[in-house]
């Protein structure tokens, strides 16, 4: 294959690497046909390749994706570990700033939702003053970011996160009554049990066990009720939004799967909006003044 590059080199009619024109080479690239010197020769499948043409190679190829469609990304969960850090970070700063002004700002009580609605997620990044509320939380979701953020993907798992997140201030906003609406409530475990919810649906859809997945909500759902100051009510919605929202991403068929998946979350975002306009709008009117 002729080549578009100086043919000649240091020594008259030397072939010269096209990187490197000081660099003699009797090495050509099966894919261009253009001389490669050492440092630009890369092993394929049959025979060199120079950089340039695996690189383009590298673009050009599909990415590999996981079992549920999202991108394969080796290392650790990225986004668990975000997640993760926004949080401590919440926390420490809750600790050093005076008169509790991140939680007054940033924690959720259903008598805001309609003054000041971004408090439904602000407050699942919150956690109270008490140390083992934020260490069992994310310890949690580490355990369960690791297991489902590489099956999901980054993107497809935030997005679970998140929704489970924002169902978790639904919940306690549908089940609140007039003597609890200014109860603020903060921590991530709607979202965590969102990613339980998950958990189950991913076992399910692969035949996995159930059983332990069944005693660890069964001991969390008693524990919401034994224990006080605890709110059940953004568990059950953080739980049933991630079971929906993981249904829609694992039993989508390979056809159309990106639009099912997102459709199916989107779907669920827009009930969530619903009940909770729905639930608002119950309020007596000098709340929503």
């Known amino acids: 294959m002729s080549s ?6 240091p020594s008259l009619g030397a072939p010269v690497c096209p990187r490197h024109p000081d660099r ?9 046909g253009r001389p490669t010197c050492p440092e630009c020769q890369r092993s394929a499948a049959v025979g060199i390749q120079c950089v340039d043409c695996v690189q383009q190679a590298s673009k050009s190829a599909p990415g590999r994706r996981t079992i549920f469609g999202g991108a394969a990304r080796a290392g650790r969960p990225l986004i668990t570990i975000i997640m ?7 926390y420490a700063l809750e600790l050093a700033l005076p008169s509790d002004f991140i939680f007054l700002n940033f924690a959720y ?3 805001l939702t309609e003054s000041e609605p971004w408090r439904m997620l602000t407050s699942a990044f919150l956690h109270s003053p008490s140390f083992m509320h934020i260490a069992f ?4 979701l580490w355990i369960l970011g690791n297991a489902l953020e590489p099956a999901f993907g980054r993107v497809r798992f935030l997005a679970v996160y998140l929704v489970s997140a924002l169902a ?15 109860i603020p409530v903060v921590g991530a475990s709607g979202a965590v049990f969102g990613l339980f919810g998950a958990l189950f649906v991913v076992q399910k859809k692969r035949g996995g066990d159930l059983r332990q997945i069944l005693v660890l ?15 059940w009510q953004a ?13 829609a991403i694992a039993y989508a068929p390979a056809k159309n799967r990106n639009l099912i998946q997102w459709g199916g979350i989107v779907a669920v975002v827009v009930i969530l909006a619903a009940l909770a306009v729905y639930k608002v709008s119950t309020f007596p009117e000098f709340l929503i003044l």
């Not at 919605?237 to 929202?245: E, K, S």
């Open 109 to 111: 009580a259903p008598f």
């Open 235 to 247: 568990h059950l919605g953080g739980l049933i939004a991630g079971a929906l929202c993981t249904a």
């Open 168 to 182: 978790g201030s639904v919940g306690v906003l549908l089940l609140s009554n007039m003597d609890s609406i200014d």
């Open 24 to 32: 003699v080479s009797y090495v050509s690239c099966q894919r261009c």
């Open 217 to 231: 909500l069964a001991i969390n759902a008693a524990i919401g009720f034994i224990i006080p100051n605890i709110a």
């Open 4 to 9: 578009a590059y100086p043919a000649t080199g």
């Open 137 to 140: 939380n994310m310890y949690a």
């Open 84 to 90: 993760m850090v926004i949080c401590v970070a919440a």
